[in-house]
């Protein structure tokens, strides 16, 4: 167990629907990042957050938005969802500048 | 930009035998690497990582990896698997020091290792 939770585990929606995922960071950490794993593309890199402040972006869609609240926690929202979301999503934390990243479970997307 | 290649789509290993996986990273300063398991179903657990000093690293699960600065590479290493160990492994590269405010995560595309008894 990494510290680092995330909810729900799978969600399963329609397409041009919104949902939003949730991540926990472990106690401490104050950097969150969010991952996406899918078949075609691998893991990348979305977004960063350092204590409540965007930190670096990747590619991530403007369908997609996050955002980290004074508890820490994170919520990373996606929009008009399309077939091609369908994914694990990932968040993870560390405790500030480059260190080592705690990976949470996963939320599996499933878009039909 | 970083990138990492691992050449190795799919691995299969006999129980007991040696295993090498090979990850090659692009980065024109120092990097910090990681080696990440992910079992089926899973998130990705920390194997080990190399920020800097000593060239070989001990990992959990008796993993080992070695920088090579000379040839751009960061293998893992374990001299006996277990059945446990089939999972798909990812090697990560980080920018170092050199570039605050950009801390993610370049995954390779990740090596899926078999293991048969």
Do not use: M
Not at chain 1, 24 to 34: A, H, M
Not at chain 1, 66 to 82: I, K, W
């Amino acid at each position: 167990d990494s510290g680092v939770t995330q909810t729900p585990k799978h969600l399963i929606t329609a397409t041009g629907q919104r949902v939003t995922l949730r991540c926990s960071p472990r106690s401490g950490d104050l950097s969150v990042y969010w991952y996406q794993q899918s078949l075609d593309q691998g893991l990348q890199f979305l977004i960063q957050y350092y204590n409540g402040e965007e930190r670096a972006k990747g590619n991530i869609l403007e369908r997609f938005s996050a955002q980290q609240f004074p508890d820490l926690h994170s919520e990373l929202n996606l929009s008009s969802l399309e077939l091609g979301d369908s994914a694990l999503y990932f968040c993870a934390s560390s405790v500030g500048r480059v260190d080592t990243q705690y990976f949470g479970p996963g939320t599996r997307l499933t878009v039909l | 930009a970083q990138s990492v290649t691992q050449p190795d789509i799919h691995i299969t290993v006999s129980e007991g035998a040696s295993l090498e996986l090979r990850c090659n990273y692009s980065y024109g300063a120092t990097p910090y690497l990681f080696w990440y398991v992910q079992s089926p179903g899973q998130g990705l657990q920390l194997l080990l990582k190399y920020f800097s000093g000593d060239t070989l690293v001990q990992g959990i699960k008796g993993f080992e990896a070695e920088f090579k600065r000379s040839q751009s590479s960061f293998n893992l290493r374990k001299p006996s698997v277990h059945w446990s160990d089939a999972a798909e492994y990812f090697c990560a590269v980080a920018e170092g020091p050199s570039n605050f405010g950009n801390e993610k995560l370049t995954f390779g595309t990740g090596t899926r290792l078999t293991i048969i008894p």
